[in-house]
């Protein structure tokens, strides 16, 4: 299966479907009650946050049939010669529909000839028309665009979220899967509900006829990380172990292993590590997370007298993995963050 199929099989189609932008639904729903519409709104936010559905939602609900409701791509039809052919298009009254709606996903595309002449639009609009721009990039966008609109900023989705977002779709899709495995694919899914998606339908293409998904089988087809090794890895920086670790790091190396991921991994755990050590109370949230394996070595570490886990760690740590995307070798950062912590150098 194509793994755009979920995302387009689940895309919600009302308001009370759409998860994690309850602050934009909730006025979107007044402007729906109220029958007065603004000429031009802007959903801004990373991608697969659900600004188009939204969109789609929106422009349904106030009354806009199919075939009144356009979707430009600003990235293809970019040009001033589109903005004006689209300037005209807006004159001509809707089919059956109170309203025709224009939907220009990533408008920050638009070249600035073409924003100059959208721009002219959208300060004296007909009556019968609302511009809906979606964009991912808002810094990018002329100030004299935005202030035209009536701005919206759609949050990324939570893990905690994402991860009962793959349950609940997993067991549609008549499959079960283990909440650490759910976790993994929300984590892998990088706060985008299409993302998350794709992962899971790779995950699940993969699976054959085993309808019970574990962590360990996500790890094999994603190539994620092992979590003992990211344990371990944690492991070898509370007891200064500075062997341990830099085997940790070759055998990921020789495995092909996403870098990226695996510090991310571990920066959760030590992070955890430190809240354990002074906020006790956060282990609760913990429990949800990890193992009660995992949660007790995270414990053990957070009260022992060395304290190797520490702020300075997460420093570390944290510059390795801002490291890691522009080395030339992913894993020399993560070597030269553990050499600096545990050798001394």
Known sequence: MHE???YRKYRPQSFKEVLG???VVSVLCEVVKSGAPAHAYLFSGS??????????????TIGCAPEDLYEIDAASNRGIDDVRALREAVHTLPFRSPYKVYIIDEAHMLTTPAFNALLKTLEEP????VFILATTDLEKLPETVVS???TFQFKKPGRALLTKMVAAVAGKEGFTVEPAASDLIALLGDGSFRDTHGVLQKVLGASGSGKKISREFVEKITHAPQGAWVND???AIA???LGAGLLIIDRLAETNANFALFSKLALERLRVVLLLRYVPETERKAAEEFTPEELARYKLFAKEKQKEINSRTLLALLDAHAGIERAYLPHIPLELALMKLLGGE
Do not use: D
């Open 4 to 6: 755009a199929v979920l």
């Open 21 to 23: 932008q309850e602050h």
């Open 47 to 60: 991608r697969g946050t659900g600004k188009t559905s939204v969109a789609r939602i929106f422009a349904h």
């Open 126 to 129: 007909p009556k019968h028309i």
């Open 148 to 150: 035209r609109c009536q």
């Open 233 to 235: 890895f944690v492991t």
């Open 239 to 241: 007891e200064r172990n």
